[in-house]
Every structure is written in structure tokens, then in C-alpha cells.
């Protein structure tokens, strides 16, 4: 089982990148994804997840700059991310789970994490 982000990238700040993270191996369409990011020095955390019916949920840094989305064909989850800031310079990497309400929000993740792509917005 694979799971392998892309689209990170060098942006100046108020920039766009879409990423995608595809997984092989097996399907993940029975559950919910989940979008994290771990910046230099600190922990990771949650950004974004979709559930298997396509409902959303994101933290409240990116609120209204992010959008996940999923094609389960392509056994593929994306994230739109717009006005990028500099605090948004970090890896990023999907994992599949379970939505936990909280609060906050996140994923309950189930042990499946793949190499992260890397996002650096620059001032």
C-alpha cells in the first residue's frame, strides 16, 4: 500500500497549489481522508479530511483558503489550497481514517501514511 503526495512547490504568499495524494495498493473509498501537515520543528496536525459521502471538515487556520476534495476512481484525494501564507510552509501528507468530530476536528487515522510533499510560501 502506497500512498504518495505531489504538487508541493516554492509560492510567494497569497499564491495557489493544488495537491493531490494517490493511493495504490489498495482502495480507501470506505473511509474517510484526511490532509496533514507538519512544519519544521513542530508537530504534526490536522488540515482537512473528507468523509466517504464527500462531507468536509477543515482546521480553523486554513478555514475558507482550503478545499479537499476526492475521486474515488482515481483512488486520489486533492487539496486546493489559495492565499497561501508563509505559516502555511510545511510537509504535507494524507492518510486514510475516521472523521472525529471532536471538538476539534480531525481524523482518527488507521496506521496508512505515505511520503509528504513539501510547501514553501514565501513573504
Known amino acids: 500500500v502506497q500512498l504518495q503526495a505531489s504538487g508541493g512547490g516554492l509560492v510567494q504568499a497569497g499564491g495557489s497549489l493544488r495537491l493531490s495524494c494517490a493511493a495504490s495498493?489498495?482502495?480507501?473509498?470506505?473511509?474517510?481522508m484526511g490532509w496533514f501537515r507538519q512544519a519544521p520543528g513542530k508537530e504534526r496536525e490536522f488540515v482537512a479530511a473528507i468523509s466517504r459521502s464527500g462531507n468536509t471538515y477543515y482546521a480553523d487556520s486554513v478555514k475558507g483558503r482550503v478545499t479537499i476534495s476526492r475521486d474515488n476512481v482515481k483512488n486520489t484525494v486533492y487539496l486546493q489550497m489559495n492565499s497561501l501564507k508563509p505559516e502555511d510552509t510545511a510537509v504535507y501528507s494524507c492518510a486514510p481514517g475516521f472523521v472525529d468530530l471532536g471538538p476539534p476536528v480531525g481524523v482518527k487515522t488507521i496506521g496508512y501514511w505515505g511520503q509528504g510533499t513539501l510547501v514553501t510560501v514565501s513573504s
Open positions: 495498493g489498495r482502495s480507501f473509498s470506505s473511509y474517510a
